[in-house]
């Protein structure tokens, strides 16, 4: 992908990662072999493809002497918080992820005597596809709160910050 992207572009200054998985599969009742899946797949896209994704625009930037980049993770409030609801328990473990490896990536950043800025943005339940197809069997539990615009909005607003703005 960022091959493609060099080829079309010269390269990433800016990189939204925007992935999320979950499966609902409860902690105290749940198959280990359906855990298995679970865990490989959420690690797969939640952690390790954004991880991926952000090494590589850094590596972007950093050929192409941008100093003024952003890196952009699209989180989660249970990044943050693990809520009562059982379904996201495993998601809520990947995105805490996201969380520490955003602050590890700024610190790397800063390590590096880069003005290239990460960010996470830890949004509630958006109008998604991710919402329908984690509770495909009850249309309530997938309303969201959010439209898409929202998410929008936030990003616009990271990335209109002031250089010397930390978002």
Same mark, same amino acid.
């Given at each position: 992908?960022?091959?493609?992207? +060099? %080829?079309?572009?010269?390269?990433?200054?800016?990189? =939204? *990662?925007?992935?999320?998985?979950?499966?609902?599969?409860?902690?105290? /009742?749940?198959?280990?072999?359906?855990?298995?899946?679970?865990?490989?797949?959420?690690?797969?896209?939640?952690?390790?493809?954004?991880?991926?994704?952000?090494?590589?625009?850094?590596?972007?930037? +950093? %050929?192409?002497?941008?100093?003024?980049?952003?890196? =952009? *993770?699209?989180?989660?409030?249970?990044?943050?918080?693990?809520?009562? /609801?059982?379904?996201?328990?495993?998601?809520?473990?990947?995105?805490?992820?996201?969380?520490?490896?955003?602050?590890?990536?700024?610190?790397?950043?800063?390590?590096?005597?880069?003005?290239?800025?990460?960010?996470?943005?830890?949004?509630?339940?958006?109008?998604?596809?991710?919402?329908?197809?984690?509770?495909?069997?009850?249309?309530?539990?997938?309303?969201?709160?959010?439209?898409?615009?929202?998410?929008?909005?936030?990003?616009?607003?990271?990335?209109?910050?002031?250089?010397?703005?930390?978002?």
């Amino acid at each position: 992908m960022f091959a493609a992207i +060099k %080829e079309q572009h010269k390269g990433v200054d800016v990189c =939204i *990662n925007n992935a999320g998985l979950a499966h609902p599969e409860l902690l105290l /009742n749940g198959k280990t072999s359906g855990w298995k899946n679970i865990c490989f797949g959420h690690l797969q896209v939640n952690v390790l493809a954004l991880s991926m994704c952000a090494r590589e625009a850094y590596q972007s930037m +950093k %050929e192409r002497n941008v100093d003024d980049g952003h890196i =952009i *993770n699209i989180n989660s409030q249970c990044g943050h918080q693990v809520f009562p /609801n059982a379904d996201v328990h495993f998601y809520t473990c990947t995105k805490y992820a996201v969380t520490a490896l955003t602050e590890g990536l700024r610190q790397e950043l800063r390590a590096e005597n880069t003005h290239i800025r990460a960010t996470s943005i830890s949004p509630g339940f958006v109008e998604t596809e991710f919402a329908s197809r984690l509770y495909r069997d009850n249309s309530d539990k997938a309303a969201a709160s959010l439209e898409a615009k929202d998410l929008v909005s936030a990003i616009t607003y990271v990335l209109s910050a002031p250089p010397h703005v930390q978002v």
